[in-house]
């Protein structure tokens, strides 16, 4: 067969190009930020042909806000089990999954996935991705020198307003969630962490009005990440993973910058982040193919190594590296269990008692 001219099957690819890329689907995504190992995303794609929009958030007021709107376009979303997966459940805001897409599905742990049951009857709208607790990352040489008498194992070090007055010398935020922090304070103050009683939520406005002095920023999450990674604070409220990422990035850059987890011994929050389909998804099978994608064990222990998570997929744990699989920041001890506790999902009023309280410690009156 006589060769196309050259310039005719440039042209015919050129003319083509743009055809064919319409026709590759894309799966919208909208996660957690340093919440995943970017080279997964790679292989999803490369092995599906699927390509991923990949956006991020960095607090559940954030992603709530956005997907209480209606029509974000996202396909998959990672709302925390309680409240703001138990919430979207409720209002219908979420797509039954299909099973007979997601195989992997047999691969959760059952025990973690009865937990999530819960609040979505049947597990039908969302698989359990990562889960951890919330507590303090430090510096614990700053703490020593500044705050020699002070325990380092709870909450006493932001909310006792001696420590934090100290502490604020080499610096301290807490991220910006009501809903993430408001009941750990709670705890702190030996009051039921999901209370619903004004007075309790009273004693926590105290309690944070007393120390704000002392905060230097509250920030969403990604940022107080930063914050610790640098060495730029010594005290942070924020999540575990999140902590052990920034000790981590502050170990590999090498300036002697030491940042420790702490999950509060009176007892942390513990949480649930739930992989879910909005109910108006442009491509839900793109998002059920995500999904058995990362619930593969090999898979799920690159992100677990990754982001510094436990998962859901007990067959992952062997093939997570070693020394985060055995780092009890990152899978929480027995004793850190024990004494754990769980949210649930505020009523209205208390919900807008918490939003009011959480303004007036942002202002600081
Ligand atoms: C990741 C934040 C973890 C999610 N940067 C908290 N639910």
Redesign the pocket.
Known sequence: MDAMPRWIAALVVMLLLPVVGQAQPVLNIYN????IDPYVVQRFTAETGIRVRYDVF?SLETLEGKLSAGRSGYDLVVP?SEPTFARLVRAGALRPLDRARIPNWANLDPALMARAAAVDPGNRHGAIYLW?TVGMGIRPDRVRVLAPDATMDGLALLLDPRHAQRLSRCGIQVMDSATDVIPSVLRHLGLDPNTDSAEDLRAAERALLAIRPFVRAILP??SV?DALATGDVCLALT?S??VIQASARAREAGRGVEVAYVAPRAGAQL?F?MLAIPADAPNPEAAEAFIDFVLRPPVMATITTHVRYPNAVPAARALVSEGVRNDPSVYPTEATLAASFVATTPSQATERLRTRLWSRFKAGR
């Open positions: 957690w930020s340093d919440y960095d925390t951890g999450s990604g990440l999540y993973g999140d949480w982040d």
